[in-house]
Structure formats: C-alpha cells, structure tokens
C-alpha cells in the first residue's frame, strides 16, 4: 500500500488579520509534504481580488505556490449572505449570522473536500482558535482538530487575563477608567 501524504483542510476566520496566518501556515504545510485545501469564504475571496484589481473568477491566492510544485488546493463558499450585504454597517445581524448558520456551511465543505478524496488520505481541520465550531465538526468527521491563534501572543495573554486584570484594576471595571 502506497503511502499518502496528509491533507489539511484549512479554514480561516472571514477575517484579513485571520486569513493572512492561515495562509502563511498552509504554504509551510504544504512545503512539508501536505495536501492543503484552504477554504474562505466568497465575500472574503472578493474583497480579495478586488484588492489586487483582479476579477473574481482570476483571483486564485495559491496559484504560484502551485506553479512550484506545492498541493494547495483553493475554495470558497458563500457565509450564507450576498455579497452586497454589508457586514461591518450591519455587524450585529453579520456575527448573527456567524455564530448561526456558519457551522453548517463549514461542515458542508468538509463533507465536499473529504468525498473528494474518499479513503485516500488523513484529515486535519485547521481553524481559528476562536472559532467554536472546529472541535464538533473535526469529531464529527473523525479528524484531527488543530487550533491555531492567529493573533499576535500579547491579545491572547490579555484575554487570558482578563479578569486578573480587572481585578487589579489595570483596566476599566464597572464602567470607569483607572
């Protein structure tokens, strides 16, 4: 039996600071000997391409890396909003949508990427450590959950600490400053 090499699924946070790690980790991935699938969502993929004054359908993240031999492979999928739909005027509604329907879509895409390749490789999930869906979607799918924090160390210290810090005194507590 041939040996196979493993197959990430990875899948960021819709979000530029989110994506940008995710994307630096999939091509060190893949430069290991891994098969990546990086999934974002459409309206990320848009904001991206329009960025680079590209359309849509041109705008490939992983193309190059893929000209040098890596297996990137790139998807999108919809984050159950129209593109139009403004998600930083209407963020209450957009995180709404977020914590409600997001899961579902992302284990859609996992049942896609994984019949794709049925029987033929081990799956890891990748995904933001603060996303609250990966764990139940990776045990769901028998894979391996691999949480990332993709913020800088001193974010997740803070949140960490919090209440330490409350505490202390060190930041506002009951509405006012120290």
């Given at each position: 039996?041939a040996?196979?090499?493993?197959?990430?699924?990875v899948?960021?946070?819709?979000?530029?600071?989110?994506?940008?790690p995710?994307?630096?980790?999939?091509?060190?991935?893949?430069?290991?000997?891994?098969?990546?699938t990086?999934?974002?969502?459409?309206?990320?993929?848009?904001?991206?391409?329009k960025?680079?004054?590209l359309p849509?359908?041109n705008?490939?993240?992983?193309?190059?890396?893929?000209?040098?031999?890596?297996?990137?492979?790139?998807?999108?999928?919809?984050?159950?909003?129209?593109?139009?739909?403004?998600?930083?005027?209407?963020?209450?509604?957009?995180?709404?949508?977020m914590?409600?329907?997001?899961?579902?879509?992302?284990?859609?895409?996992?049942?896609?990427?994984?019949?794709?390749?049925?029987g033929?490789?081990?799956?890891?999930?990748?995904?933001?450590?603060?996303?609250?869906?990966?764990?139940?979607?990776?045990?769901?799918?028998?894979?391996?959950?691999v949480?990332?924090?993709?913020?800088?160390?001193?974010?997740?210290?803070?949140?960490?600490?919090?209440?330490?810090?409350?505490?202390?005194?060190?930041v506002?507590?009951?509405?006012?400053?120290?």
């Amino acid at each position: 039996m041939a040996q196979t090499k493993p197959h990430a699924i990875v899948i960021p946070y819709p979000y530029q600071g989110h994506v940008t790690p995710m994307i630096s980790l999939s091509i060190r991935l893949a430069s290991r000997g891994f098969t990546i699938t990086f999934v974002q969502t459409e309206f990320i993929h848009h904001f991206m391409s329009k960025a680079q004054n590209l359309p849509a359908a041109n705008f490939d993240l992983f193309a190059e890396a893929r000209k040098s031999g890596l297996d990137i492979r790139y998807t999108t999928f919809s984050d159950g909003l129209p593109l139009e739909f403004d998600r930083h005027l209407n963020f209450e509604e957009y995180w709404e949508t977020m914590f409600r329907d997001f899961p579902d879509l992302v284990d859609e895409i996992v049942v896609r990427t994984m019949k794709a390749d049925e029987g033929m490789r081990p799956f890891l999930l990748v995904a933001d450590t603060i996303s609250s869906w990966p764990a139940t979607i990776a045990k769901k799918h028998n894979m391996v959950n691999v949480s990332l924090w993709t913020e800088p160390a001193i974010v997740f210290s803070l949140n960490y600490h919090l209440e330490l810090l409350k505490r202390n005194g060190h930041v506002p507590y009951n509405g006012k400053s120290t």
